[in-house]
């Protein structure tokens, strides 16, 4: 267990300085562990594997490979978004695999939350291996574990490790920021020129929308989760509370009420929006959103998504 414990006289990352120190010590380590030898990561597109990703490029450059898997239960706009930054302007070995109709084949039907969760990464890893198996003399697999996931679940990083691969595809680990807390992940991920929208992403979970979309996934329930989150989150930015809510976001349960729209009955969804504050995500205060601001993001969430007639706070 020694070689998981942080380091006692390694100096809290909380500068550009000591973020560059860190990015120049990661790159050589990495270097002298992978040598010229090929390295694959699973890129979400969240803070720790893009960080991870941005790193390894910087070290190896083509000898890495990213495999972003869509599996449709990301927020509007994310899958174009690791696209863009990582092909486009970082010019990296970016793998995008469109699994959409997969996972929510998979998924119909299914109501229970634990199950969902299940399906998503039982599948996950089923088509991480499919593309793991059509790339040549891949030895390494490069994962974004940081020190709460080591300190939560012990050596192995337990809630998105794809450590559930075969026996025939047990790569060596490389984890660059496994000592790092999440604040230190993102002090590096700006001196790595990552943009703010994925360095200070807020909290969100591996089955994504999966889980924000209550009971049975259907796909017109599934779009007006995604729509309904893009909205909040847009008007959220533009009154100057992203940054400063931990955590905000839609959900939209698998119930209908009637209301009227248009002069007509409407037998449609409620929005649930749920904006909160922790320090230690295990206990949560709600943040006080302005009712004006309320009032407003329910107009627009009214009018603009379809299927949706009332929004709850």
Known sequence: MADHKRPESMERITTPALAEQFIAEQVAAVRAQVGDKKVLLALSGGVDSSVVAALLIKAVGKQLTCVHVNHGLLRKGEPEQVVEVFRNQMDANLVYVDAVD???DKLAGVADPETKR?????EFI???EEEARKLEGIEFLAQGTIYPDILES?????HHNVGGLPEDLQFALVEPVKFLFKDEVRVVGKALGLPDSMVFRQPFPGPGLGVRCLGAITRDRLEAVRESDAILREEFAKHGLEGKV???FTAIPDIKSVGVRDGVRADEWPVIIRAVNTVDAMTATVEDVPF????HITQRITHEVKGVNRVLY
Do not use: E
């Open 102 to 104: 997969r996972f929510l």
């Open 118 to 122: 299940k399906i998503i990464g039982a």
């Open 126 to 128: 089923r088509v991480f």
């Open 154 to 158: 012990g050596p192995v990083k337990a």
């Open 246 to 248: 931990w955590q905000y």
């Open 292 to 295: 004006a601001l309320l009032q």
